[in-house]
């Protein structure tokens, strides 16, 4: 018979790594002029029960938003949904699904020290502060300085000279200094001294454009949020001069995901400028098409002919049906060689 050496588990474990703080931490390397942009419809909250459930899809697709620096989301409607006025209590997500989801994604977006300004008590807003944290880069704490925040007009306040500026809270101790005269409760990018300054003296800054953390420093500065009433406006009124030069499509009747990367006719060069992905609903792309006049009068009668690519997400899969938030996550997840190549031209 054998005889078993019983081992001493150990008890302590030494460890090297400091956990105190996140090391994934976002680092700007340079600036970036292109975009990432992702377009899915608001009908998916229709299709879920409680409006705890419609706040938690909500948070799913904003994380996913976040992890993967998305820049743009657009909100359409693929007619799989009624809407209607809200409710008694100005509850939208059984009525006008569409701007729920709206409503919700721009609330968490938007940095906690401006929520309260920003956006009033709504019933749409009821559970969405026990969502998960987004945590973005523009999402700074007040002992964090960065050249760059969101902030917000508090009072004008005027100078010894005569002259009237802003007073802005941009979530530092202190407030900072616009020398421009804006409304109470505007919110406007700022920028401010490369450094904190060693007193705590009042700090001077200026007002640039959303996209400037982006384009002057490589910063993910976030995402902003539209809404469009068809699918064709998605692309009809995109915010880019020239539009989305690159388009891709997401069905289970496209071609697999990993064909786009592939050194064929399929592959996409790092070159494009907007990346648009289009997610469809519970019925597909299909049923956004066949609910947009513009494009039937217009002839389309394949949502492939929409899109520079048409892909599969998940080839093979095996559950009958691939929820539009799990694609969201799956197509952001399988597509991001796509933008880590284009990162690094």
Same mark, same amino acid.
């Given at each position: 018979?054998?005889?078993?050496?019983?081992?001493?588990?150990?008890?302590?474990?030494?460890?090297?790594?400091?956990?105190?703080?996140?090391?994934?931490?976002?680092?700007?390397?340079?600036?970036?002029?292109?975009?990432?942009?992702?377009?899915?419809?608001?009908?998916?909250?229709?299709?879920?029960?409680?409006?705890?459930?419609?706040?938690?899809?909500?948070?799913?697709?904003?994380?996913?938003?976040?992890?993967?620096?998305?820049?743009?989301?657009?909100?359409?409607?693929?007619?799989?949904?009624?809407?209607?006025?809200?409710?008694?209590?100005?509850?939208?997500?059984?009525?006008?699904?569409?701007?729920?989801?709206?409503?919700?994604?721009?609330?968490?977006?938007?940095?906690?020290?401006?929520?309260?300004?920003?956006?009033?008590?709504?019933?749409?807003?009821?559970?969405?502060?026990?969502?998960?944290?987004?945590?973005?880069?523009?999402?700074?704490?007040?002992?964090?300085?960065?050249?760059?925040?969101?902030?917000?007009?508090?009072?004008?306040?005027?100078?010894?000279?005569?002259?009237?500026?802003?007073?802005?809270?941009?979530?530092?101790?202190?407030?900072?200094?616009?020398?421009?005269?804006?409304?109470?409760?505007?919110?406007?990018? @700022?920028?401010?001294? /490369?450094? +904190?300054? &060693? $007193?705590?003296? !009042?700090?001077?800054?200026?007002? =640039?454009?959303?996209?400037?953390?982006?384009?002057?420093?490589?910063?993910?500065?976030?995402?902003?949020?539209?809404?469009?009433?068809?699918?064709?406006?998605?692309?009809?009124?995109?915010?880019?001069?020239?539009?989305?030069?690159?388009?891709?499509?997401?069905?289970?009747?496209?071609?697999?995901?990993?064909?786009?990367?592939?050194?064929?006719?399929?592959?996409?060069?790092?070159?494009?400028?907007?990346?648009?992905?289009?997610?469809?609903? @519970?019925?597909?792309? /299909?049923? +956004?098409? &066949? $609910?947009?006049? !513009?494009?039937?009068?217009?002839? =389309?009668?394949?949502?492939?002919?929409?899109?520079?690519?048409?892909?599969?997400?998940?080839?093979?899969?095996?559950?009958?049906?691939?929820?539009?938030?799990?694609?969201?996550?799956?197509?952001?997840?399988?597509?991001?060689?796509?933008?880590?190549?284009?990162?690094?031209?």
């Amino acid at each position: 018979m054998s005889v078993h050496k019983s081992k001493k588990r150990k008890t302590t474990q030494e460890v090297t790594a400091d956990t105190s703080k996140p090391t994934a931490v976002f680092k700007p390397a340079k600036g970036r002029q292109h975009t990432v942009s992702i377009a899915l419809p608001g009908s998916i909250i229709a299709n879920v029960a409680t409006p705890d459930l419609k706040s938690r899809l909500a948070g799913q697709i904003a994380r996913a938003c976040a992890v993967f620096c998305v820049d743009e989301v657009v909100i359409f409607d693929d007619g799989q949904a009624e809407v209607g006025p809200p409710e008694h209590d100005g509850y939208t997500a059984f009525r006008d699904p569409n701007f729920f989801l709206y409503h919700v994604l721009s609330y968490l977006e938007t940095p906690p020290h401006l929520r309260k300004a920003l956006f009033p008590m709504h019933p749409d807003l009821k559970t969405a502060g026990a969502l998960p944290s987004l945590d973005m880069p523009h999402h700074l704490r007040g002992d964090e300085w960065c050249p760059y925040r969101e902030a917000i007009a508090i009072r004008q306040k005027k100078n010894a000279d005569g002259t009237f500026g802003t007073l802005l809270d941009c979530g530092l101790p202190q407030h900072v200094y616009l020398p421009v005269v804006m409304e109470e409760k505007t919110r406007v990018t @700022v920028k401010l001294p /490369e450094h +904190a300054p &060693s $007193s705590g003296g !009042e700090v001077s800054c200026q007002a =640039v454009s959303p996209d400037a953390p982006r384009e002057e420093a490589g910063y993910y500065w976030g995402y902003s949020v539209r809404q469009a009433p068809s699918l064709s406006s998605i692309f009809t009124e995109c915010p880019h001069d020239g539009g989305y030069d690159m388009s891709i499509g997401t069905s289970e009747r496209g071609i697999p995901v990993s064909s786009v990367l592939a050194d064929d006719e399929s592959h996409v060069a790092p070159e494009w400028n907007h990346l648009l992905i289009v997610f469809g609903g @519970v019925a597909g792309l /299909e049923a +956004a098409l &066949s $609910s947009d006049t !513009e494009l039937l009068e217009a002839g =389309v009668t394949d949502p492939k002919e929409l899109f520079d690519r048409y892909v599969n997400l998940v080839p093979g899969q095996g559950s009958r049906t691939i929820r539009t938030e799990e694609a969201v996550w799956a197509g952001l997840t399988a597509l991001r060689p796509l933008v880590d190549i284009r990162n690094a031209v």
